[in-house]
């Protein structure tokens, strides 16, 4: 323990001694409490208070030290004549121990403790440590709030004038600490401290937390779709010519689609006409012979065998100048990209070029992610949020699960869902087909660590190997 006074060592920078404010006496007195308190309010930080707290409250009581405890648990901020308590040293480690022991007992009104108030395992080294009487006054905000302790150590009990100037300026550094840390997060070390007690119990929280069942869920892009849908091929080889509609135009069956260039085939036509005719002429020249020539009568058959061939090739090709015009087989709306995509473009027989989809038949599409899947059944509930209505969520079920993964528009590797809304009725007049948007998809039940944990754990299983 030091004898020296506690002021001795050197105040913070930001404390500062104004001139005129009157200097302290040998006998303490309502002039040394002014000047104290002014010292106090010159503070700009909780720093320089709890030195000046700690040291310039000597004038007031010669005290042998002094120890300013902050924040509700106390936390040791400063102890008078040390330059720092930052190092777990014997002494230290024993006050923060019996400052612990007895904050419970600490109201609102100062505290005096001697040996007997120690806790028993501290009660042996108080002699070593502390004199007869320590003081302990509470530090408290006028919202009532504790702010910190002030410790004073004393050879004997302060008279009753000493006593009260004490209170006094305990009140003024308790507002000063509560003004100083308005905009301090004082829950902090509340929170740490409490984390520190209740360790078991919140591990035992979070761990019947992480048991809790919950819904795995997952997010992919989705678009609105007819389920039941007629693709349009194109019927030959050829360009397409015109479009007789335009993208998600309402059709009726027999309705003109598009037609396809025939100027190939009606040149073809021609030249197949051409030849019938010449091919008719033989076979009629070879008929008037047959009655006087045994020469003509056995080519007849030939010849007529080449007109028939002819006939073949003109009605094959009346049949392909039929096809150049392709008509809708059924209702609904023509689905395609745009009119300029197509025109003047090459086609092969059998590629798509429109759909039909029946309006009243719509359904949702989604894109599931490799990456993202989780076990899906038949049955499970999806919601469609469209980009055209994002706070309209749309109610749907899958009816279908691709088995195998394919590439989505946006080049990721997916599986193909299938949705039918609930109620198609509700969900019509939003979901356009064609539209856009994100789906929700829900799966089965499982711990809320495993929901939590899956992307990590599967993350770090492809890194690892594991």
Known sequence: MSNERPDAHRPPASITVLPGAGAPTDTPDYRTLAYVAQRARECTDRVGLSFVAANETWHLAHYRQAFVFLGDPPVLATVSGLASVAEQTPFLVWLRALAAGIHGRLGKEPLMLSIDDAPGALRSDWSEWLPAVVLVYPLDGPDGRRCGTLWLCLDESPDDEAFDLLSQVAEVYGHAFWAL????????????????????????????????????????????????????????????????????????????????????????????????????????????????????????????????????????????????????????????????????????????????ADPDDAGVLVWLPVADAINLSEGAEVRLYLQTAPLTPLAARIVQTSYQATLSPEGVASYRVRARFDDPGAALPVARIGLKGTAKIHGDRAPLAYYLLRRPLAAARAWTGW
């Open 181 to 356: 840390g308005q905009g301090d997060r004082t829950w902090a070390p509340r929170v740490a401290t409490g984390v520190r007690r209740n360790a078991w119990w919140i591990a035992l929280g979070l761990v019947l937390l992480s048991l809790i069942p919950v819904r795995l869920s997952v997010l992919a892009p989705a678009e609105v779709i007819a389920l039941q849908s007629a693709a349009v091929a194109s019927p030959l080889d050829g360009v397409v010519a015109a479009f007789a509609v335009k993208p998600n135009q309402p059709v009726k069956a027999g309705d003109r689609l598009f037609s396809l260039d025939g100027t190939t085939l009606v040149s073809r036509r021609e030249v197949a006409m051409k030849q019938l005719a010449v091919a008719r002429a033989d076979a009629m020249a070879a008929t008037q012979k047959a009655f006087g020539s045994d020469d003509s009568r056995a080519d007849l058959a030939v010849l007529n065998g080449r007109v028939a061939e002819r006939q073949a090739e003109v009605a094959a090709l009346d049949e392909l100048l039929q096809r150049v015009d392709v008509k809708a087989g059924r209702d609904g709306i023509a689905v395609f990209g745009d009119v300029d995509d197509w025109q003047g473009r090459p086609v092969v027989t059998g590629e798509r070029i429109l759909q039909l």
